[in-house]
């Protein structure tokens, strides 16, 4: 979580609803939108990591076990560590509203921090070849080379999109667009706690390296010896 999920279930619904003809209602409902389709059926899942259910998976208790699965195709999304703590201390605080301490604390805590998410790296990392196939695409890929990361996503799970199609995913997938169907209260993945403050906004600040202008050295210190 917290590592642009939402952003890739607008890019992927929108070039597939385009490349089939299908309402543009359906573009964030992903399980829905495939499960129609003559495509795989997808659907966008924690594993173990929903921040609403922080207590549940700690640190040091994450589930160890991916027998789940192990007949599917999985696309599995990173981010650099640091925004992706900086992002989830925002939703915990603004939105989630699961944590209320300071975010030195929370990316030192076991509920929250830099070791749990490290912990599901390493966890995935050695258990990659369980599933049928295994797909690594990050956050900054996405910002840095859309067209070429969607294309080899959707090469892998063979689905064949135009490339015309591609970039008007990426297009409608901008965030200002993003920004302002939250605002517009248009799809219920994209609703704002508090409309008056963008920190508690799905589309925050769609950044790479955001983390510089909110974590301390003392922080970045402490992240970078856990790494």
């Known amino acids: 979580p917290k590592s642009g999920r939402t ?3 607008f890019l992927l619904g929108k070039a597939l609803t385009l490349q089939y003809g299908v309402d543009e209602r359906y573009v964030p409902e992903t399980y829905h939108l495939t499960h129609r389709l003559d495509v795989p059926t997808m659907q966008f899942v924690h594993n173990g990591m929903d921040p609403h259910k922080a207590d549940r998976f700690k640190y040091g208790a994450m589930p160890d076990d991916q027998e789940k699965f192990i007949q599917k195709q999985v696309v599995f999304m990173i981010r650099d560590p640091r925004d992706t703590l900086v992002s989830a201390f925002y939703w ?3 939105k989630a509203h699961v944590y209320e301490g300071a975010i030195r604390d929370f990316i030192r805590s076991d509920e929250h921090g830099i070791k749990k998410i490290l912990e599901f790296y390493n966890l995935w990392h050695r258990q990659r070849q369980i599933p049928r196939s295994f797909f690594l695409i990050s956050y900054e890929s996405l910002h ?3 067209f070429e990361t969607l294309t080899a ?3 892998y799970l063979n689905i ?3 490339p015309v199609y591609i970039d008007k995913a990426i297009e409608f997938a901008r965030f200002d667009n993003m920004r302002r169907l939250e605002e517009q209260g248009r799809s219920r993945f994209l609703t ?3 409309l008056r403050d963008t920190r ?3 589309t925050r600040q769609g950044e790479i390296g955001n ?3 909110i974590l301390t050295t003392e922080d970045l210190t402490f992240i970078e010896h856990a790494i």
């Open 211 to 213: 983390y510089k202008t």
């Open 160 to 162: 064949a999109i135009k």
């Open 153 to 155: 996503l959707f090469q």
């Open 200 to 202: 508690s906004y799905k």
């Open 144 to 146: 840095k080379a859309p």
């Open 192 to 194: 704002p706690d508090d």
């Open 7 to 9: 952003w890739l279930r």
């Open 92 to 94: 915990a605080t603004m």
